[in-house]
């Protein structure tokens, strides 16, 4: 980002090239929206190239384009634009193209292991999105961004405590979920 | 209870996240796996986290973003880093600020009005709000003010002064110029030298004025800018000198020394009047501009000293000197206004404006060699002047002779001076003759006036002063007086 904002213009491609990937799924995951995700993403990159001057090299980088990205999903989440409930006909696998619909009328529950991964995960996708914002926030840039706690205190503005306090309901919502997954699992088995 | 206190658990549990995610390093993940191999909650839940973190990377796999939106994304991205400026550090901050006002329309607006408004304010403030000074004509600016003798009589002489012409040396005249043919070259000059004709000891010869006498007159500085080339004369020691000067900016300084009286700047024609008793000085640029209408002032309005014109008055002098400006359009100013700020156009009554082909013809008049001698066309202009609605020409010239022949000198020069200053050619030849005879006259008294009265200033001290009355008389010579320059 310095070399950018000496004017190197191949240094912000490759900040793009480099950042685009993770900065799409955490946008993606918050906003639970594909094209208001790509949006938001081109949102970002214009921030920084706008708060290239204003850049000074006192926090990572990485933080920086989190927080811009973060604050940019908080208010796109708060326009609720483009929000939508669970749709029995929206795809839940990205690559798969199935949806609930369908596995809930074949009855196939447990009927294999590939079977029950993918309903295990799509119980854990509806568990992720419901949790609340602020915990739900955290997590992905957790899980999703792979970002250190205190990196995720400055993106929130809030203490490293608080984070890992949030992270912890977090995984405890989570596991919940998933405990219930399992006891339904072994209830139709 | 925040979240903070609800989930506290023993302090060394606090390190679970820390540990599951591999943020402990070194001392403080050896304590932590000590406290794990006894604590059995901590390893229940971090078995639990590890399997909820499985699932969700498992339910939330990283996707590419879209191929169809990443190349138009990616290169809109990289055009709009490519438009993007060179940052602060590369310019320099010093200009961060011009830069950024030259960039907005409405700072720029509002810078550009600030300069403007404060080059407006500062002209106003020194007085030069209308019009730069160097463009600004002599008659415009104050008019002459020139401190008199006491019993001075007004003997207004008319000089040329091209106004927008620099300043130039005068040409050299003949020595045996006379008075006359120096007054009659005046005529068709631009400017209007109102000269109190002071005493005369001696026939007025004109000289040359250029080579310059040491000052005998303290000069006072220009009150402003716009009164650049305007001096002030004072009394010169000479008692016997007097004179106005009109010339070109500070060089007239030096072209009349003992002349006493406000210099009003010329540019161009010096008209020099220094009669030290045995000749008047008076050097007369050539008029190459049209020459501007002349105007009637009434010689009692110049200062409060003099007496008034039609009155027999002592052989005192008065000096006026006053420029008028070329343009035949421009008013010149009252002089009892002091002060000719004003564009507005002159009183007719006051003012008798000569038309143009006049105006040639006495430039043409003027034009000859200072020894010129009046020609038959200049005595024929009076009668053309008459036509011009000036009923009184006659009258005047008239009563002229019969004082002439009466020898009464001031009532000679009173109706000269009105007559040239009322009529752009008014005397003729013979008139002008007069004029000269009186004023020299006129000087001849006052000289002689001056010295009884010195030589009783001088019995009148060795009388106060008995101790030193065994001195000789030569050591107590009389004191120059202040107001009696003639």
Redesign the interface.
């Given at each position: 980002m310095l070399r950018?904002?000496?004017?190197d213009?191949r240094a912000?491609?490759v900040i793009?090239t480099r950042h685009?990937?993770?900065i799409?799924?955490f946008i993606?995951?918050f906003v639970r929206d594909?094209a208001q995700a790509?949006d938001v993403?081109?949102e970002t990159?214009?921030r920084l190239?706008?708060g290239?001057?204003n850049y000074e090299k006192q926090a990572k980088f990485t933080t920086w384009m989190y927080t811009i990205a973060r604050n940019l999903c908080v208010d796109a989440s708060r326009r609720g634009k483009h929000r939508k409930a669970a749709s029995l006909d929206a795809p839940i696998g990205?690559?798969e193209g199935s949806t609930l619909m369908d596995m809930v009328s074949d009855g196939a529950v447990g009927a294999d292991g590939k079977a029950i991964?993918r309903e295990?995960?799509?119980r854990?996708?509806q568990a992720?999105e419901a949790l609340p914002e602020e915990q739900r926030e955290i997590?992905?840039l957790?899980?999703?961004s792979d970002l250190?706690?205190n990196e995720i205190a400055q993106v929130v503005g809030v203490s490293e405590?608080?984070v890992?306090?949030?992270?912890?309901?977090a995984?405890e919502k989570?596991?919940e979920a998933?405990e219930e997954y399992r006891d339904l699992a072994r209830a139709a088995q | 209870m925040s979240e903070q206190t609800q989930n506290t658990p023993s302090a060394p549990c606090d390190a679970l996240l820390d540990y599951a995610y591999g943020e402990l390093e070194g001392a403080a993940k050896e304590a932590f796996e000590q406290h794990l191999a006894e604590c059995e909650k901590c390893k229940r839940e971090l078995e639990a986290f590890g399997k909820v973190r499985g699932a969700a990377r498992a339910a939330l796999p990283l996707l590419d973003p879209p191929a169809a939106a990443t190349g138009a994304l990616h290169a809109q991205l990289l055009h709009a880093a490519a438009q993007r400026k060179p940052s602060r550090a590369t310019t320099g901050k010093l200009l961060s600020f011009p830069r950024r006002v030259m960039q907005h329309p409405g700072l720029l607006a509002a810078a550009s009005l600030m300069v403007i408004g404060g080059a407006l304010g500062l002209n106003w403030s020194k007085g030069h709000l209308f019009m730069p000074a160097a463009e600004r004509t002599p008659a415009m600016a104050e008019p002459a003010k020139v401190d008199l003798p006491k019993g001075a009589t007004t003997a207004p002489v008319v000089a040329a002064a091209p106004a927008a012409t620099p300043a130039t040396p005068a040409p050299a005249l003949d020595e045996t110029t006379t008075l006359e043919g120096s007054l009659a070259k005046d005529k068709a000059a631009d400017t209007k030298v109102l000269l109190d004709v002071p005493k005369m000891s001696a026939p007025m010869k004109v000289r040359h004025a250029a080579p310059p006498k040491e000052p005998e007159f303290e000069a006072k500085p220009a009150k402003n800018a716009d009164s650049a080339g305007e001096l002030d004369l004072r009394q010169p020691a000479d008692p016997n000198s007097f004179g106005a000067v009109t010339g070109a900016g500070g060089a007239a300084k030096k072209e009349a020394p003992a002349a006493r009286g406000r210099y009003k700047s010329g540019q161009g024609d010096v008209m020099n009047y220094v009669t030290d008793g045995k000749a008047a000085e008076k050097t007369t640029a050539p008029a190459e501009e049209a020459p501007a209408p002349y105007r009637n002032e009434a010689p009692a309005a110049a200062a409060p000293a003099p007496p008034p014109a039609p009155k027999p008055a002592p052989p005192a002098t008065r000096s006026q000197v006053q420029t008028v400006a070329p343009n035949a359009g421009y008013a010149a100013p009252e002089v009892k206004q002091q002060k000719a700020d004003s564009w507005q156009q002159p009183v007719q009554s006051e003012r008798q404006v000569m038309p143009e082909p006049q105006a040639a013809e006495s430039v043409q008049s003027a034009a000859p060699p200072p020894a010129r001698k009046h020609s038959g066309k200049k005595s024929a202009a009076p009668a053309a002047r008459d036509d011009n609605g000036i009923g009184a020409t006659d009258d005047a010239r008239k009563a002229f002779l019969e004082a002439a022949k009466s020898n009464n000198c001031s009532e000679v020069i009173r109706i000269y001076s009105d007559q040239t200053r009322t009529k752009r050619v008014w005397a003729t030849p013979d008139e002008d003759a007069e004029f000269t005879r009186c004023v020299s006259q006129a000087r001849r008294e006052q000289q002689s006036i001056d010295n009884a009265e010195q030589k009783r200033a001088s019995k009148a001290k060795k009388a106060a002063k008995p101790a030193a009355a065994d001195a000789p008389a030569q050591a107590a010579p009389p004191p120059a007086k202040s107001n009696s320059a003639f």
């Open positions: 950018y904002r000496e004017g213009v912000f491609e793009v685009r990937k993770p799409y799924n993606l995951r594909a790509e993403m081109q990159f214009l190239i706008k290239a001057d990205e690559d991964q295990l995960a799509i854990m996708k992720i997590f992905l957790r899980e999703v250190q706690f405590n608080t890992k306090s949030r992270m912890r309901y995984l989570l596991r998933l | -």
